[in-house]
């Protein structure tokens, strides 16, 4: 009988333990700056703003800042070729924040002296959708390939915010979780039809919300006080970020009624879970300090392991990636980090 060596028998044995006790590992990656419309500086993408034919939805800005929502113009940005999203008649602001397959993309846009209004582009031409009777203000959040919208009708008066879906025409209102109706958002929904959010009164205390087939289920939270549920695969596979009893917020994945927390990088005091596609991959980011926007790394979470996406691209691109905030069926990423001294979208292509 052929014996092996015992110290090469050691040897493997140990090799093929340290790859069973880590994740599989991701494809490298090839990095692309996904421009700038001219006037403006900087560029960033909301989440779920890329689709499985690698088109994405880009707004920019002159201002350092992608939660400003100030001047904001947004683009499709496809193979290189940038096509400028038009606002409504007078608007300074449209940001872009989700599309589907067919290129419909949804978000918002403002008109001087007058709150912000969801937005539909369809074919590049671009319709207001309704808010609810009494309402004033909105923003359209998600889209599936139905073309079925989701977000939130709200009133500047009274501050409360409903979440709705528009489908055909019509504007319907989602129910509330037992104890809310002051702040709900829809911000996700599948082929299915099945929608996530957040719902409750307000102040930190939502919960994460599934509405299906009509009903608003409530799915918790990490043990804190307030959970949003961000995206949702075509598996019903769920991700977002809610605070912890100790704190946060933490990332997370619910599946099969479990929710779990996805963890942030050593160092880190918070995260976000953004986007998920039917394979389970998720993307998003991690902080040392939620002041900073410069401390964020951005992350992909697959196969029960984290992996931070600065390390998956050459270490001579110039780039630094902060947050990662959408991801395809392809495994294509896009989010925003530093490139050249200025915020930058990006869009990460696996290789191989």
């Known amino acids: 009988m052929h014996r092996v060596p015992l110290c090469l028998a050691l040897a493997c044995h140990l090799a093929l333990a340290l790859i069973a006790s880590r994740p599989a590992a991701a494809d490298s990656y090839t990095v692309t700056d996904l421009g700038l419309l001219p006037g403006t500086a900087n560029s960033w993408v909301w989440q779920q703003t890329i689709n499985n034919d690698g088109v994405v939805a880009v707004y920019a800005n002159s201002i350092a800042d992608p939660n400003a929502f100030t001047g904001d113009s947004s683009y499709l940005w496809q193979n290189g070729q940038i096509t400028p999203l038009p606002g409504l008649p007078g608007a300074t602001d449209t940001i872009a924040f989700a599309l589907n397959n067919h290129g419909q993309v949804v978000g918002r846009s403002t008109v001087p002296g007058a709150p912000n209004h969801p937005v539909l582009w369809d074919q590049g031409v671009i319709q207001m959708l309704d808010e609810l009777p009494g309402d004033n203000k909105g923003a359209a959040l998600g889209i599936n390939d139905h073309g079925q919208v989701v977000g939130y009708s709200a009133s500047t ?69 307030f959970g949003e549920a961000v995206a949702i695969n075509n598996k019903g596979e769920i991700c977002g970020t809610s605070t912890t009893a100790i704190g946060g917020p933490d990332p997370f994945l619910w599946e099969d009624g479990v929710i779990t927390d996805l963890g942030v990088l050593a160092g880190d005091v918070d995260g976000v879970a953004y986007d998920i596609n039917n394979r389970g991959q998720v993307v998003g980011y991690s902080e040392s300090n939620p002041s900073d926007l410069t401390t964020g790394h951005a992350l992909l979470w697959e196969n029960g392991g984290m992996i931070s996406l600065q390390t998956m691209i050459s270490t001579d691109s110039g780039w630094t990636l902060l947050q990662a905030l959408g991801i395809n069926n392809r495994g294509q990423i896009v989010g925003f980090g530093i490139h050249d001294g200025q915020y930058r979208a990006f869009l990460l292509t696996p290789v191989g």
Not at 194 to 201: D, K, R, T, Y
Not at 205 to 223: E, M, N, P, Q, S
């Open 157 to 225: 008066a009274t501050g409360i915010r409903t979440a709705v879906i528009w489908y055909k025409g019509t504007l319907s209102q989602l129910p509330s979780l037992p104890g809310g109706g002051g702040f709900d958002e829809a911000l996700g929904i599948n082929e299915k039809g099945q929608i996530v959010g957040l719902s409750g009164p307000g102040g930190g205390l939502d919960h994460i919300t599934l509405w299906d087939h009509g009903v608003a289920i409530d799915l918790g939270t990490l043990g804190g006080d």
